[in-house]
């Protein structure tokens, strides 16, 4: 009996370059250049604070890896939790200035989406006026 191929394990690290561009406060946009070569849509986050840059590089490189090395496919829609972080996938509108750019390859964004019940998760009191 022959046992299947075994994959061969590909090193974000090296494999892709993420970037950074920033524009003014909440205007930062990280992105991965990449995941292409490998058959994947390029990942982003937009509106990041420029503090906030090499975390969100880090996210990326993780979702990166579940991508590229995990068991289970990871396709745009889908919501994922890394630790305490919740997103979704969606797919990438343009951003003004740089339409040619995404144009080139697919492109999903880390959404974060409605955290309803997220100050319950963390043992924050609910805002005013809930119980």
């Known amino acids: 009996m022959s046992t299947p191929p075994r994959r061969i394990r590909v090193d974000v690290m090296r494999a892709l370059r993420i970037v950074g561009v920033s524009d003014g406060p909440l205007k ?3 992105r991965t250049e990449g995941m292409r070569a490998f058959g994947q849509a390029e990942l982003e986050i937009r509106g990041v604070p420029l503090f906030l840059h090499p975390s969100a590089a880090a996210l990326l490189c993780e979702i990166a ?3 590229l090395n995990g068991d289970r496919p990871v396709l745009v829609g ?10 979704q996938l969606v797919a990438s509108e343009p951003l003004a200035g740089a339409a040619e750019f995404l144009a080139a390859a697919t492109h999903w964004r880390l959404d974060d989406g409605p955290m309803e019940g997220m100050c319950a998760t963390h043992g924050a009191p609910p805002p005013r006026g809930r119980a």
């Open 78 to 87: 889908h919501r994922v939790q890394i630790g305490s972080v919740r997103f």
């Open 65 to 67: 890896d579940m991508m």
């Open 28 to 30: 930062g946009w990280i």
